[in-house]
């Protein structure tokens, strides 16, 4: 009998049969446009290559069209009228259920942003966490804005004067260039927290943070095409949504400062609200200037009426 202990040769056993085990083929993920709550191809069938900070390859993304911008579009005018129309409490839920789900995957968002933009992990895990909680932030906000910003107006006259705000419509956003992740979520959830809809150009350099955001929207009970999300060439796509006669309103925060005086220029032939791109600090505390800057206000007027012969008014 042999003097060897059993549990050794066990484990010798076991590396032989890994070592005689076929090497296993890592799956590579195919990542695809986000639109109208379904994962197309672009029209085109372009793709770019995506790199990480110092040049290594990740993944190749789609090279989304004119076709492609003007679809989404379609598909964010479609699903306005029922966003806009349920009732913010219940957009505040759904925006709640995008963070649970961010927060479920919070690793693999960690990874993504660490090689999107050169980050230490533990820089990147801040980046996360500060982005989750951006979504839990708005998702408070979406039934108290109303109560901010509208109210009863005083007026001489036997009148009742009341403002409410009211969502723009189809907002197309430039997310952020350098904040592939964080800057992203502030620039877009205060958008659809408002009822409004959103085309979103995600980070050209590093759009794959944002095309994972897509498949947590799509598990999120975020209706599709509240967010559509477009990837590849920023001027290329931006300059057909720009001038896109369906499109009510365009956040220039990922362009620069070439690029945003002609989308700016473009967005003035239908009156599109623009917010032009300014310095900001993404883990600062947002405060409502982007909740208020896709709202119209609306005035209604009502006669008071009488009461009685004396005529006090009610």
């Known amino acids: 009998m042999s003097d060897k202990p059993k549990n050794t040769e066990n484990t010798e056993k076991a590396k032989q049969a890994e070592q005689a085990a076929p090497r296993r083929l890592s799956v590579f993920k195919t990542y695809k446009l986000y639109v109208g709550g379904k994962f197309p191809r672009s029209e085109s069938g372009r793709v770019y290559e995506v790199t990480d900070s110092k040049g290594t390859w990740l ?3 789609p090279r989304a069209s004119r076709k492609d911008a003007r679809d989404a579009v379609v ?3 479609k ?3 029922g966003w806009s129309g349920a009732t913010a409490y219940n957009r505040g839920q759904v925006l709640y259920r995008v963070a649970e789900m961010l927060e479920g995957r919070r690793d693999q968002f960690v990874r993504e942003v660490a090689e999107a933009e050169g980050l230490s992990k533990s820089r990147a895990a801040a980046q996360v966490d500060a982005a989750i909680d951006r979504w839990v932030w708005y998702a408070g906000w979406t039934d108290k804005i109303a109560q901010v910003v509208g ?3 005083p007026v001489a006259g ?4 009341l403002s409410s705000p009211e969502p723009t419509g189809v907002v197309t956003v430039l997310a952020p260039q350098e904040s592939s992740f964080l800057g992203l979520v502030s620039v877009l959830a205060p958008v659809i927290a408002t009822g409004n809809t959103a085309v979103v150009i995600a980070s050209e350099r590093s759009p794959l943070p944002a095309l994972s955001l897509g498949e947590v ?3 999120s009970d975020v209706p599709g095409g509240v967010v559509n999300i477009l990837t590849g060439g920023t001027a290329e796509i931006a300059a057909p949504l720009a001038a896109h006669q369906d499109v009510n309103a365009i956040d220039l925060a990922g362009a620069d400062e070439a690029l945003a005086k002609e989308l700016e220029i473009a967005a003035a032939d239908n009156l599109k609200r623009v917010v032009r791109p300014q310095p ?3 883990f600062a505390t947002p405060g409502t200037d982007r909740l208020t800057a896709f709202l119209e206000t609306k005035t209604v007027w009502h006669p008071t009426g009488a009461l009685g012969a004396s005529g006090s008014s009610y």
């Open 59 to 61: 993944a190749n993304a």
């Open 280 to 282: 900001v600090d993404y």
């Open 151 to 153: 109210g009863g107006n």
């Open 217 to 219: 929207l799509a598990t």
């Open 158 to 161: 036997p009148f009742f004067n």
């Open 79 to 81: 699903a306005f009228g």
């Open 75 to 77: 598909a964010a005018r």
